[in-house]
């Protein structure tokens, strides 16, 4: 039986009820766990509260600001973990970010700084929090992150994405190196195309979803649940000989040719 009963989870990336992240922590909720959830602060404080009534269902034991690009943030992120709950089963990371001007035109005009704040924000994060987490996983654990298709093969526009996401499914490999002596897990999910906060910003995300719906064996794209589902068999004692893996949740259509 899957089971997360006892476990603390740490889910990162929650923006809104269309967030991948927020079809995590409900299905992690949902068998068991407790949960931590963290939100990308702004100045006014909206981000907060639209975070924290979407998560009140799910009556998280944590709710903590956290700007990766704050060290700050993440050292006090994990030091309340330790006060509060004393160890860590589950990190879910579900960050991404690039200018809207590298996901369009020519990827050879990628510019410096877009380069190094979409790598820092989508690659650098999750070695990051994984280092922060790894002490406290005492008892194992299982890390997630989220990777897509644009990492592997080329999606027109994905651009600068693409190199993040194959940093970071490369990451998934050298990390889960390090902390499987630890009992530590540490896997990828390729979500196909979804419509949320982040890909709806995406010009031509409708037909490239169109295009699944056409080609994909299901004929269909996935939804936020069912990447929610992988997530909790992937962190339940069910996956416990799985680590380094990048599993695709996108209704087959990566292993289509045409
Ligand atoms: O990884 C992603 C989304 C990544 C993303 C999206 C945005 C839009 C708004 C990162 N940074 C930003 N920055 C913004 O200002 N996906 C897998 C969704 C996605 O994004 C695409 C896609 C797909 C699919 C971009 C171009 C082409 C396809």
Redesign the pocket.
């Known amino acids: 039986m899957l089971n997360l009963a006892g476990k603390n989870a740490l889910v990162t990336g929650i923006a809104n009820n269309r967030s991948i992240a927020w079809g995590i922590a409900q299905q992690l909720h949902s068998w068991g766990a407790n949960l931590g959830i963290t939100y990308l602060p702004d100045d006014r404080g909206k981000m907060e509260k639209k975070v924290a009534e979407l998560v009140e269902p799910l009556s998280p034991s944590l709710f903590l600001p956290c700007n990766v690009e704050n060290d700050e943030q993440i050292e006090s992120t994990f030091n309340t973990i330790t006060e509060k709950w004393g160890k860590l089963d589950i990190l879910i990371h579900c960050l991404?970010?690039?200018?809207?001007e590298d996901?369009t035109g020519n990827f050879s005009q990628t510019s410096r700084p877009g380069f190094n704040k979409a790598l820092e924000v989508?690659t650098y994060s999750l070695i990051q929090l994984a280092g922060a987490a790894k002490p406290l996983m005492t008892e194992g654990g299982s890390i997630i992150t989220l990777t897509?298709l644009?990492g592997v093969k080329v999606?027109?526009?994905?651009?600068v994405?693409g190199i993040a996401?194959a940093g970071l499914e490369m990451s998934v490999r050298y990390l889960a190196s390090e902390l499987g002596p630890q009992n530590i897990r540490v896997n990828a999910i390729s979500a196909g195309?979804i419509r949320?906060l982040?890909?709806s910003?995406?010009g031509?995300?409708l037909d490239?979803i169109h295009h699944v719906e056409q080609v994909a064996p299901l004929r269909r794209t996935v939804t936020q649940l069912e990447v929610g589902n992988a997530a909790a068999f992937l962190c339940s004692d069910l996956a416990s000989g799985i680590t380094g893996q990048v599993l695709y949740v996108d209704a087959g259509y990566e292993i289509m040719g045409m």
């Open positions: 991404a970010f690039a200018n809207k996901l989508s897509y644009g999606i027109p526009n994905y651009n994405m996401k195309p949320t982040a890909s910003a995406v031509g995300i490239m």
